[in-house]
């Protein structure tokens, strides 16, 4: 069974930085793809970041250049830094994991992802 939790949200001011980590079990990273979401209150919950075992990353338009994915195998974890954050980064934060050897080949979207991890919060002030 795929177990996903995350840590490292936390409130920061706009422009600053944070780094979410995702550490994942009972799984064999190169036979899955891992991915960021988030869901802002009220609103429905979107991709951020996604990686596979080629390190081929995929990235929604909003936080390309701000944020980047990464995975350390030997400790399974996952990552997200998030840099120059915005007021409208706020918003929980998910790892999630689908079995694909790419990412490449599964439609960015919450409904493509089997496992889950249950959030961490990140509150950006202006």
């Known amino acids: 069974q795929v177990q996903l939790v995350e840590s490292g949200g936390s409130s920061v001011q706009a422009g600053g930085s944070l780094r979410l980590n995702c550490v994942a079990s009972?799984?064999?990273?190169?036979?899955?793809?891992m991915g960021w979401f988030r869901q802002a209150p009220g609103k429905e919950r979107e991709g951020v970041a996604t990686?596979?075992?080629?390190?081929?990353?995929t990235y929604a338009d909003s936080v390309k250049g701000r944020f980047t994915i990464s995975v350390d195998i030997g400790k399974n974890t996952l990552y997200l830094q998030m840099n120059s954050l915005k007021p409208e980064d706020t918003a929980m934060y998910y790892c999630?994991?689908?079995?694909?050897?790419?990412?490449?080949?599964?439609?960015?979207?919450?409904?493509?992802?089997?496992?889950w991890g249950q959030g961490t919060q990140v509150s950006v002030s202006s």
């Open positions: 999630a994991a689908t079995p694909s050897f790419k990412c490449a080949v599964v439609p960015f979207s919450p409904d493509s992802f089997t496992y």
């Open positions: 009972g799984y064999t990273y190169s036979r899955y793809c």
């Open positions: 990686i596979d075992r080629y390190g081929s990353t």
